[in-house]
């Protein structure tokens, strides 16, 4: 048989007025139903927490009417259910939203069955309870819990959380799902014992030290390996992080591992790049070098080359002269002659070219050098070759330098040179040598008085064969001042010069103080 | 006895220019040229003993870059016969190369000359070495 209590006619509970106030300030009603006598009783609280008004007449069925539609058919349920087990009945009903005059929106509803002596179950008595507040107290916490889970679980990161023993709480999915663990598995678990741990023994020992200093208050952060499902691996960035009460007594540690694989395998990948490119610019040095290296043989060998024949020419030009002087005319001599001075010019040239590609070969050996006295040892050797118009020469007190001897005087015997020639048609040939310390080099000067250049049609001064004067008016074949550029180069300095077309030039190198 | 200088060059030109020098500054001066590979290994392997044989050598002037075979092979057999092991050997060469002047000496070489590109100084040079290198033999 199915009872239904749709019908039943709710009256009043003679209650008092301090039963009344309790259940006001509990927040909960109490009713009852009797089957036999189809009665129902309800205490004045029931009616106020259904809102409605205790002294109009209400049936069962009004009351539902007020609760979710769904929550009829399952009340009715519950009471046939208890009539035939006798089991206590609970249920939290939501009152239909739409009743705006309604102000509780849950109630639980609890019921235990009454019995008769032949335990038949005649009646029930229960109670209404607002569970709004705890609910809601309940609700925010299961909310708060669920932001942190999924802040807890969303995380790329490894993150946990320990008591200060180092005893596993929880474990972040991230962290689960890469060591193939389940939480049950490894909860309570020390730290240092679960499966991520076991990579390599010194590991594990070096976390059960870490766990102990952040146990003491200590953040505590390292990099380390650990090892995931299927013998994975992992560089991590480990910190464990202690949280503390109040009176600053650790609670808590929390640690946390960042994975650096990828860091780490860019940081490889750049050290790798870098390798290469390093290889690279070795290699390219090493063709450039090599590229050199061929064209200073090539440069050596074609005027070695170039030798032979002109031996040939300057000879029999020299032996024509000489055995069929007679035999000439004027012109004939006039021919021979421009054959044999040009023969000896290109002698030079070749002679030059071969003492450039020499020095660009040779390698540096530095030695203490008296600079004063090279220069002095340059000047009397010059003054002995060029003894028409010498000019007046000023020297300063040089100092000494570290260079290479051979080469050293080949930049004085070329600067010296220059100087002698370019001002020997100067009426009052002058040529002043100083030097100073600028910063860490010294610098030397060369200057003289002679026919200068002009700063503006002076490049490639330094280049092998770049004149800026001709040969008609005076001597030379180029090649002089960038040996004096390959010298200096090779020392680690620098070299250039200042002209002014007719008042004279000035050229400057540079020799660090120190070779490193 | 006139001296005798063997001038081993495959040049023709560098030959003359030796040549001539060598003559103008002693004429009594006998001059066999060899120029090809052919004529040096012939005269070396058809020799004589130096002790029966007129026709002895004073001085070897000997090119160390020739076109068909290299001064230091001919400086080396000449140095394993016994009828050219005291004779004075010069090497000629247009270029110093270290590395050459060094192995010149090792095969056995008594000197190393570098032939000048201006004839003034070539003939001014062989001159004196060839004047020098016939006398110190003679002795």
């Given at each position: 048989m199915f009872y239904s209590i749709e019908n039943l006619v709710i009256d009043k509970m003679p209650t008092s007025r301090f039963d009344d106030q309790v259940e006001t300030m509990a927040k909960i009603g109490s009713w009852s139903i009797d089957f036999e006598k189809s009665e129902s009783r309800w205490s004045l609280n029931s009616f106020n927490l259904h809102g409605l008004d205790s002294n109009k007449i209400w049936t069962w069925s009004a009351v539902f009417n007020s609760y979710e539609d769904s929550t009829k058919l399952k009340f009715n349920d519950l009471v046939n259910q208890m009539i035939r087990d006798h089991h206590p009945i609970s249920i939290d009903l939501k009152i239909n939203q739409s009743e705006k005059s309604i102000s509780r929106l849950i109630l639980r509803v609890q019921a235990l069955p009454i019995l008769n002596e032949r335990n038949e179950c005649h009646g029930m008595i229960g109670v209404f309870q607002d569970i709004e507040d705890s609910l809601n107290h309940k609700n925010l916490l299961l909310d708060s819990e669920r932001r942190f889970k999924a802040i807890f679980n969303q995380s790329f990161q490894f993150v946990g959380l320990l008591k200060?023993?180092?005893?596993?709480?929880e474990a972040n999915e991230t962290a689960l799902d890469f060591g193939g663990i389940s939480l049950e598995s490894v909860k309570g678990l020390k730290f240092w014992d679960t499966?991520?741990?076991?990579?390599k023994a010194e590991g594990k020992l070096q976390l059960k030290k870490a766990i102990q200093s952040a146990g003491k208050g200590r953040l505590i952060r390292y990099e380390t390996e650990i090892i995931g499902v299927g013998g994975s691996t992992l560089t991590v960035d480990l910190s464990i992080r202690p949280i503390l009460d109040e009176k600053g007594a650790v609670m808590y540690l929390i640690p946390e591992g960042r994975d650096i694989s990828d860091k780490r395998e860019v940081h490889q990948q750049l050290i790798d790049l870098n390798k290469e490119l390093e290889l690279k610019v070795e290699n390219r040095t090493r063709e450039l070098q090599q590229t050199n290296e061929d064209l200073e043989s090539f440069a050596y060998s074609i005027s070695h080359d170039l030798r032979a024949p002109l031996r040939a020419i300057s000879g029999f030009s020299q032996i024509l002269e000489e055995e069929y002087n007679e035999a000439l005319d004027e012109e004939g001599h006039r021919l021979l002659n421009v054959i044999i001075g040009n023969s000896q010019k290109m002698s030079t040239l070749i002679d030059d070219l071969l003492l450039f590609s020499r020095t660009s070969r040779k390698e540096v050996i530095r030695t203490e050098i008296n600079a004063s006295r090279v220069f002095e040892a340059v000047i009397t050797e010059l003054r002995n070759e060029n003894k028409h118009n010498f000019p007046i020469i000023n020297c300063d007190e040089l100092p000494i330098v570290f260079a290479d001897s051979g080469m050293f005087k080949q930049v004085i015997v070329n600067l010296i040179g220059n100087a002698i020639k370019y001002s020997s048609k100067a009426n009052n040939p002058t040529i002043n040598v100083s030097c100073k310390k600028v910063d860490k080099a010294y610098e030397f000067c060369v200057s003289d008085n002679g026919i200068g250049f002009d700063v503006n049609n002076s490049k490639g001064l330094f280049q092998v064969f770049q004149r800026l004067h001709s040969s008609k008016n005076f001597e030379g074949t180029g090649v002089g001042l960038s040996i004096v550029k390959k010298i200096i180069d090779k020392h680690g300095g620098k070299v250039w010069a200042v002209g002014v077309p007719n008042e004279g030039a000035s050229f400057y190198f540079t020799l660090p103080l120190y070779y490193e | 006895m006139n001296k005798h200088i063997l001038l081993i060059d495959d040049s023709a030109e560098d030959a003359e220019l030796a040549v001539r020098t060598i003559r103008k500054s002693d004429s009594s001066v006998k001059v066999t040229w060899i120029q090809t590979a052919q004529q040096t290994m012939d005269l070396i392997s058809n020799y004589n003993d130096p002790l029966v044989d007129s026709e002895s050598i004073d001085l070897v002037l000997l090119d160390i870059k020739m076109f068909e075979l290299s001064g230091f092979d001919v400086l080396t057999k000449l140095r394993s016969r016994i009828f050219s092991k005291r004779i004075p050997i010069l090497m000629l060469s247009s270029s110093k190369i270290e590395k050459d002047i060094a192995k010149a000496y090792e095969l056995g070489a008594n000197g190393y000359v570098q032939k000048p590109a201006d004839y003034k100084e070539y003939n001014a040079m062989m001159t004196t070495l060839c004047q020098y290198w016939l006398r110190i033999n003679k002795a």
């Open positions: 200060a023993d180092g005893s596993l709480i499966p991520w741990f076991q990579y | -």
